[in-house]
């Protein structure tokens, strides 16, 4: 259904942008976004994270330098359909992207307005409901359904339009916990199985350990790049940032400073667990 390239998916070269001429939101930001990877965005409020994601799919064009898609310019006005084909989006608010009073019938809203043929229309919006677990509520109503269940119709109608990557703004903030894992176990299912590419934009820190990459912009700049447990292994650049630590990471920083010699990359609570477990059965604590 879905295929792997070795293409550069997103490309930002000396990306600058502003609002307006008073406050400039990114500052020359640096960043290549690859085939097949899951990357998270941290940032805290106003660092320029959201910014990023619209600028991907050309909801908004480069102030400055420039943001590519497949090789496409984002700024190429007539090349916006092509990109935003390849690049779906997802957005915080999943009411803001349901548009029909029937769940099949919002999935295949974006179809039927791209002249997708009647019969391609009905096994993509099957095949879309059923990668996210929703097609048993395809006839259902959107406005009857759970903050999580409506995300994941969201998803499946961009997941519907087959693009190779899709860019998600903050998709859980307004979920529960329940809704919150419902999402984010559909994202890893649609990175992991079917090798869409994901960008995704948030502030949950056991989102972004999920990640195979994690990027951290702070102030409009990239202020770290790298695989988790190395950017989390950088507690005080975080802190600075006014970001959170995962709990356990934390709790490692903490030890450490007391004296302990605990490896700092620890993310998780299992691994905090084994590496003080460890250290009790060794007499060192």
């Known amino acids: 259904m879905y295929y792997l390239t070795s293409e550069k998916i997103i490309e930002a070269e000396n990306l600058h942008f502003s609002y307006d001429k008073s406050k400039e939101i990114l500052k020359g930001i640096d960043v290549d976004i690859n085939s097949g990877e899951f990357v998270a965005v941290l940032g805290h409020n106003g660092s320029g994270k959201s910014t990023f994601a619209r600028l991907s799919n050309a909801i908004l064009v480069p102030s400055e330098g420039s943001v590519k898609v497949l090789g496409t310019d984002t700024s190429d006005s007539e090349r916006v359909f092509d990109i935003r084909k390849n690049v779906g989006m997802v957005f915080q608010n999943p009411d803001n992207q349901i548009v029909a009073a029937v769940v099949e019938e919002d999935v295949a809203f974006g179809l039927e ?31 009857m359904l759970s903050g999580g269940q409506k995300q994941r119709v969201a998803i499946a109608g961009i997941i519907a339009m087959r693009p ?32 869409i590419t994901v960008v995704l934009i948030t502030h949950y820190m056991d989102e972004a350990v999920l990640a195979d990459r994690v990027i951290v912009i702070d102030s409009g700049k990239i202020i770290l790049d790298d695989i988790p447990k190395k950017v989390f292994s950088q507690v005080e650049i975080l802190k600075k940032a006014g970001l959170d630590i995962p709990q356990a990471t934390e709790l490692i920083y903490e030890l450490n400073k007391c004296g302990l010699n605990l490896n700092p990359n620890i993310l998780t609570e299992e691994e905090c667990a084994e590496a003080l477990a460890s250290l009790l059965k060794e007499g060192k604590i």
């Open 164 to 195: 190779t990557c899709i860019v998600l703004d903050e998709p859980t903030a307004m979920l529960d916990p329940a809704g919150r894992k419902d999402v984010m176990n559909t994202v890893r299912m649609l990175n992991k199985d079917f090798g």
């Open 113 to 143: 307005n791209t002249g997708v043929p009647p019969e391609q229309i009905r096994k993509r919006v099957d095949e879309a409901l059923k990668a996210v677990g929703m097609y048993d509520y395809r006839h259902h109503s959107p406005g």
